[in-house]
């Protein structure tokens, strides 16, 4: 297509820009910054769940060490005898670490992401809100990833528990937190805070994502991110508090 441009007699065709063609990203829908957020908020459902799930079992041992160690057994016989011992256990902890790998890559890829599209830092001072809810984010989540490790070595494999791996599931969590290893209760409780404070961020971010927060929902959903962090914070932290000091023995 030409345009034309009159001066007298004289006429000169010009040619009209052409717009570029856009530009797709890489991965397709993985690979945009809503496809990330979206892999975020579904992982990070899965593992809300999870946590439920784990606290709920946990709060097992105040009704005494068998009903405890009926749980733990529980959790490895079912689906038996339609499927081997462990079955559906094992499932569970492959789909848990495969949330946990796709939280973090998403995480890690969108804040390389925003840091690329900013290389030059604002001259403006950052709100304390959002500096502390980055930092609760990004070492929240080291954190949280040690304590996992130490965690399992502790009361699932028994490697550094004082009964070791034959004993029963709710001799190893009454002797993991005997007041004698009171910094070992202290880890957990700092751990467990730091879920709680990540939890409630997340929570929180995963409501925008999915777009529910909106004027009319803001408080609603704020206070429910709370509740649930501060519930599960409870709840976890209950069990270790009460063995430490002698409710359970």
Known sequence: MTATIERGSATAPVNSPKKAPARKRPGGFLGSSNGKKVVMAVTGAVMVLFLVAHML??????FGRDSFNE???????LLEPIAPYRTLLTILEIVLVVSVVMHMWAAISLSRRASHARPVKYVAKKSQANGYATHIMRFGGVTILLFVIW???DLTFGVVNPEGFDSAPADRMVSGFDASRWWVTLIYVVAVVMVGLHLRHGIWSAFQTLGWANRNRYRALRVTAAAVSVVLVVGFLAPPLAIMFGVIK
Do not use: D, M, P, Q
């Open 71 to 77: 749980y733990a057994h529980a959790l490895r016989t």
């Open 151 to 153: 965690h399992l070595l």
């Open 57 to 62: 079992g946990n709060l097992k041992i105040f």
